[in-house]
């Protein structure tokens, strides 16, 4: 699966926009020569569902997946963490390879299922601006205009995208927010909850279920009982929780009594800060 990283740039001057009615003829199998050449050597950033997918698929502690399978991004232009898939250090290959295909197939992350396809989706959809879709082209991939030709929707489709970009809703919500136009950074505190949320939703779940998390908020006793064992369901939480902790959206209720508790230590220790006042 080649790399799908395209400047906007490049996309505009050189690339023709589909729509999903739009046709492409292409093919990727067993019987082409590069066959699983474009799984070596290549940067594949997960989303938080890619992950869901592939440790459950794995059997793995997500916690556990993200050591194994994976390196976090955090440069200095970014605004917060990405994960990308860890080649092998010593051959650069996808660790999910093998001389028969991708091991992992039926949960491959997005990027694998969309190639050759890219897509560009602007932050507000308008008439005059509306997501569109190019045909990737990389050098060592003899698929194109092998096989079958078929929409872009219909490719959508056959690989299995509309659950993942269903999945990945909530998420990409998140990281188009106009919270990421501002200057700041996020402090180191916030970058790590943001990985754990997002990424590391194991850990995310011991968090909820093994500190004072379910004491300060309002969460329905159904929703708890999800939030124990349905990986799909925590990671919505986990992004709501994050749109309450970082962005202040009041996506959670925080429980009345805590509100009280926090009124009345305000007042105490102005009380106690005002010379003069009577303790
Ligand atoms: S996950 Fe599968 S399709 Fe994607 S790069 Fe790895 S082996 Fe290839
Ligand atoms: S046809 Fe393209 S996508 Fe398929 S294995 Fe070859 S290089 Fe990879």
Excluded at 60 to 87: V, W, Y
Excluded at 179 to 201: G, H, I, K
Aim: glycine share 6%; hydrophobic share 40%.
């Amino acid at each position: 699966m080649p790399d799908q990283v395209v400047t906007v740039e490049g996309i505009l001057k050189e690339q023709a926009r589909m729509t999903l009615d739009d046709r492409f003829t292409f093919h990727c199998g067993v019987n082409l020569g590069c066959f699983t050449a474009c799984c070596r050597d290549v940067s594949i950033v997960l989303t938080p569902y890619d992950i869901l997918r592939l440790k459950k698929a794995l059997r793995l502690d997500s916690t556990e997946f993200l050591e194994k399978h994976t390196l976090p991004l955090f440069g200095a232009q970014q605004k917060f963490p990405l994960t990308i898939l860890r080649m092998d250090p010593e051959i650069k290959k996808c660790p999910f390879v093998t001389e028969q295909g991708c091991s992992v197939y039926s949960d491959r992350p997005w990027a694998c299922r969309m190639y050759p396809l890219g897509v560009a989706k602007p932050k507000n959809p308008s008439p005059a601006d509306q997501p569109f879709y190019i045909v990737l082209h990389e050098e060592l991939c003899q698929g194109h205009g092998q096989g079958e030709t078929r929409s872009v929707g219909e490719w959508i489709a056959e690989q299995g995208i509309e659950e993942y970009e269903m999945m990945g809703a909530s998420f990409q919500d998140l990281v188009l927010h106009d919270f990421w136009n501002r200057d700041a950074a996020l402090t180191p505190q916030q970058a790590e909850m943001f990985y754990m949320a997002c990424y590391d939703l194991d850990r995310f779940r011991r968090f909820v279920f093994e500190s004072r998390f379910l004491d300060l908020f309002e969460i329905d006793e159904a929703r708890i009982e999800a939030l124990r064992s349905d990986d799909e369901e925590l990671l919505e939480f986990a992004l709501l929780w994050l749109r309450f902790s970082l962005i202040g959206e009041k996506t959670m209720k925080i429980r009345r009594e805590v509100l009280e508790a926090r009124k009345q230590a305000a007042r105490q220790s102005s009380m106690a800060a005002t010379p003069g006042s009577v303790v």
